[in-house]
C-alpha cells in the first residue's frame, strides 16, 4: 500500500462536502491522532485548514501504526458519513502514502494538549504554527491585510513601495538603526513618512504595507524592533476624512467571509467578534480626555502626554476602539499641521484599542516656510531635510495620513496579551533567530 507514489490531493479538509460522498477523495496533511480499536483504527490527518478522520484497516493500519505523529502523508479513499460529532465526515482509506516521518520526541507539542512557553515555542516556530490556535492568527493576518488592501484600493489608493535605506531620519527620530552604506551613513526606515507625503505630489493617495525599524530598547509586550505598518497619505483630504479613512479600514478588516472564518476555527472567531468595534468609532478630543480624567482623580498638566494608566482608565469607559483627536501641537512630529490659528493644538489624532495606540495621524503642514520653522522649534536641522523641503516648492496640496501598526491591530482582534504571538519570527532587544 506505501507503493502508492502521488503527492498529489483533491481537497484540503475543509473543503470535504457531503456532495462527494462515495466518491475517492485525497487529502495531504500530517497525522495528528491514531485510535486504535482492534481491527480498525481512527487517523486524524490535519492540513492548515483543518482536520478530517481516516479509517483504517488492513495492510493500511500496520503501515499507519508503525509511522510516528506529525509525520506528513497523502491519504486517498472514499468519502463516507461518520460517526463522531467532530467528524461527520470521513475518509475510507484505500491508499496512504507517508512522505515525510517526523524525528521523535519533538521539542515541542504542536497539538498544544502539552503546553509551552511562548519563548520555547518561537525558538521552534515552523513547529508551533502547526498547533490550530497559532495558524489561525497567521490565517487572520492574511485575511485581514486583504480587507485592508482592498478598502484602500477601493478609495481610490495606489499601493506604492518606498525604500527601506535611507540617508538621513525619516522623522527626526532617535532609534534609528545605522549601517555602512558603500562607506556612507544610512538607516533603515522607520517609517515611509516623507516619501509618502511626497508622493503626493503627483499620485493623490497612496497607500504601503511593509515592515519597518526602531532600535527601541524596548522590553514591554506591545513594542518591537522589527514591525509591519499600513500607511497612507491622501491629497485634498483633511484630517477628519483620514480619520472616517481609518473607519472604513477598521470597520471591513473584520468582515472575515464564511469560507475563511471556518478555517479560522471557533476560538478565534469568538475572539475576533469580542474586540468588533461598534460604529461610528468615538471621537474623543484630547482636552475631553484630560477632563474625563480629573473627574476619575487624575489630574493632568495641558500639554502632557498621557500616560499607559490614563489610557487604560480611558478604555475602561470608552471600551475597545476610540479616537483621540486635537492633539497639543508640541506633543507632535513635525510634519503635523495647527488647527485653525490655534498653535497650542494640532489637526491630529491616534485610534486607540483600551490603552493600545493603533493608528497616529494626522493633517500635514504643506507649506515649506511652516515646516522649516517647526523643524528649528523641534531642535532639528532643516539642512538636513533639503531634498524633502523642495518638493514643497513644487506646488504641494493640503493632505493628511496615518501610520497602522498591524502587529498591534492583530493583538487587539485576537485578544493577545504578547505582540510576538501574532508575529511569525519577531525581532527584539534579545531576539534574532530564528
Not at 460522498?21 to 490535519?46: C, H, M, P, Q, Y
Not at 521539542?107 to 495558524?135: C, E, H, M
Amino acid at each position: 500500500m506505501g507503493g502508492f507514489d502521488s503527492i498529489h490531493r483533491t481537497h484540503y479538509t475543509n473543503e470535504l462536502h457531503e456532495r462527494y460522498i462515495g466518491e475517492i477523495v485525497s487529502v495531504a496533511g500530517w497525522i495528528e491522532d491514531i485510535r486504535d480499536i482492534g481491527k480498525v483504527a481512527f487517523l486524524t490527518v490535519r492540513d492548515v485548514h483543518g482536520a478530517a478522520q481516516v479509517l483504517l484497516s488492513g495492510d493500511i493500519l500496520k503501515l499507519a501504526k508503525n509511522t510516528p505523529r506529525q509525520s506528513v502523508i497523502v491519504v486517498s479513499g472514499f468519502l463516507q458519513p461518520g460517526k463522531s460529532t467532530d467528524f461527520p465526515l470521513e475518509i475510507k482509506a484505500e491508499k496512504i502514502n507517508i512522505l515525510s516521518k517526523a524525528s521523535h520526541p519533538l521539542p515541542i507539542d504542536p497539538t498544544g494538549r502539552v503546553k509551552s512557553g511562548l519563548d520555547k515555542r518561537l525558538d521552534f516556530r515552523a513547529l508551533d504554527l502547526r498547533n490550530p490556535r497559532t495558524s489561525s492568527i497567521f490565517l487572520l493576518r492574511s485575511a485581514v491585510l486583504d480587507n485592508i488592501r482592498t478598502t484602500l484600493r477601493s478609495e481610490g489608493f495606489i499601493e506604492v513601495t518606498t525604500p527601506k535605506l535611507i540617508g538621513s531620519a525619516s522623522e527626526g527620530g532617535a532609534n534609528l538603526f545605522g549601517l555602512d552604506y558603500f562607506n556612507k551613513q544610512a538607516y533603515l526606515a522607520q517609517s515611509p513618512q516623507l516619501y509618502k507625503e511626497q508622493l503626493v505630489l503627483a499620485l493623490d493617495r497612496v497607500f504601503e504595507v511593509a515592515p519597518y525599524f526602531r532600535a527601541e530598547k524596548s522590553h514591554t509586550v506591545r513594542h518591537l524592533a522589527e514591525f509591519v505598518s499600513v500607511d497612507i497619505e491622501a491629497a485634498f483630504v483633511n484630517y477628519e476624512g483620514a480619520m472616517d479613512v481609518a473607519e472604513d479600514v477598521i470597520k471591513n478588516a473584520f468582515d472575515i467571509d464564511k469560507l475563511r472564518s471556518k478555517s479560522l476555527g471557533r476560538l478565534i472567531n469568538d475572539k475576533i467578534e469580542t474586540a468588533r468595534p461598534k460604529f461610528p468609532i468615538d471621537r474623543l478630543t484630547y482636552e475631553q480626555c484630560v477632563e474625563e480624567l480629573a473627574k476619575a482623580g487624575e489630574k493632568i498638566e495641558f500639554g502632557q502626554d498621557l500616560s499607559d494608566a490614563s489610557l487604560r482608565k480611558l478604555g475602561e469607559k470608552h471600551e475597545g476602539f476610540y479616537f483621540i483627536k486635537d492633539w497639543p501641537l508640541k506633543l507632535k512630529p513635525f510634519y503635523i499641521h495647527e488647527k485653525g490659528g490655534d498653535q497650542k493644538l494640532s489637526q491630529s489624532f491616534d485610534l486607540q484599542y483600551g490603552y493600545l495606540e493603533l493608528i497616529s495621524g494626522g493633517q500635514r503642514q504643506h507649506d515649506p516656510l511652516k515646516l522649516r520653522q517647526r523643524l528649528l522649534e523641534q531642535g532639528l536641522d532643516p539642512a538636513g531635510f533639503d531634498s524633502h523641503l523642495r518638493v514643497f516648492e513644487y506646488g504641494m496640496p493640503p493632505h493628511s495620513g496615518w501610520g497602522l501598526g498591524f502587529d498591534r491591530l492583530m493583538m487587539a482582534m485576537t485578544s493577545s496579551d504578547n505582540i510576538r504571538e501574532t508575529v511569525l519570527y519577531p525581532r527584539d532587544t534579545e531576539r534574532i533567530i530564528p
